[in-house]
């Protein structure tokens, strides 16, 4: 029986006729003549995936499949924006002469350290080779030297100048430091330009801190001033680190010894504590 006889007897008992009455198709697979409707697309057509489930763009994806974003699509995320520049009052370079263990310093971004005992290349191995008068050498496979120390008064002029060169017989930067004497102050010294650094020890002896100030304040191109840190407390400590900071200018250096037999050793709050000082005064 076909669906329009159905349709129109029943149409016919209760209305009495059946004109004008939509024609339904036998097989019921849709209104002939209805346009596609754009919101249910066609379930063997793009945009479903088997078994009639919409395919899901990746979380992350932004779009659905087809590249178009759907007009209720929120917008793409901008990027981070960038991290604000690092503003400083001065930037100082920061060298540590320190024999005892210490921790890597975190700093500001203002200023930078050089650790000549406990600096590593990627490969582990250590960065500077440290000389003496004795003719003794610490990390000797170090790229870059340091020569601890000339000694105006303690040292025979001709020894130490072979000593540095025997330093510097290897290669890299080299840097100097200088003892300081009371009345006789420094010898600066540089056998076949090998040395490009040099660092004013502001101490007469391991346990003074820069009693030596005064005269390198004088002269102050004779180096970089180098204080010792060694036997004061952290209080004391870091008011003198901020103030050797402070009388020096933008782009200069500054050195700090620590001896091996000294009580407080550069790390935890200690260390925090220099960091603080420096961070003070660099912005």
């Not at 029943?10 to 596609?36: F, R």
């Not at 030297?145 to 540095?164: C, G, K, Q, W």
């Not at 005269?215 to 209080?235: D, E």
């Amino acid at each position: 029986m076909s669906g329009r006889f159905v349709f129109c007897l029943g149409l016919a008992l209760v209305l009495g006729g059946c004109e004008g009455a939509d024609i339904i198709d036998d097989d019921l697979g849709g209104m002939e003549g209805d346009p596609a409707d754009p919101n249910f697309p066609d379930p063997d057509g793009p945009g479903l995936a088997d078994g009639g489930v919409a395919a899901m763009a990746p979380v992350d994806a932004g779009l659905p499949n087809d590249g178009a974003a759907p007009a209720d699509a929120a917008p793409s995320r901008p990027p981070p924006p960038p991290p604000a520049p690092v503003v400083c009052s001065k930037r100082v370079h920061v060298l540590f002469a320190v024999y005892t263990y210490m921790g890597k310093p975190v700093d500001n971004g203002c200023w930078n350290t050089v650790r000549t005992l406990q600096d590593k290349d990627p490969q582990g191995e250590f960065k500077w080779r440290v000389c003496g008068y004795s003719g003794g050498v610490k990390h000797p496979t170090g790229t870059n030297f340091v020569y601890d120390d000339t000694n105006p008064f303690a040292h025979n002029l001709s020894t130490e100048r072979s000593r540095i060169l025997a330093c510097a017989a290897d290669g890299g930067q080299g840097i100097e430091y200088m003892a300081y004497h009371p009345g006789l102050n420094w010898r600066r010294l540089n056998p076949a330009n090998k040395v490009s650094r040099y660092f004013a020890e502001l101490y007469s002896s391991e346990y003074t801190v820069q009693d030596g100030y005064g005269a390198w304040n004088a002269n102050r191109s004779i180096g970089a001033p180098m204080i010792n840190l060694g036997h004061i407390n952290t209080t004391e400590m870091k008011q003198r680190v901020r103030s050797l900071c402070n009388t020096i200018g933008n782009n200069h250096w500054i050195g700090f010894y620590q001896t091996s037999t000294s009580p407080y050793p550069l790390v935890g709050a200690r260390l925090a504590a220099f960091e603080q000082a420096m961070n003070a005064c660099t912005r």
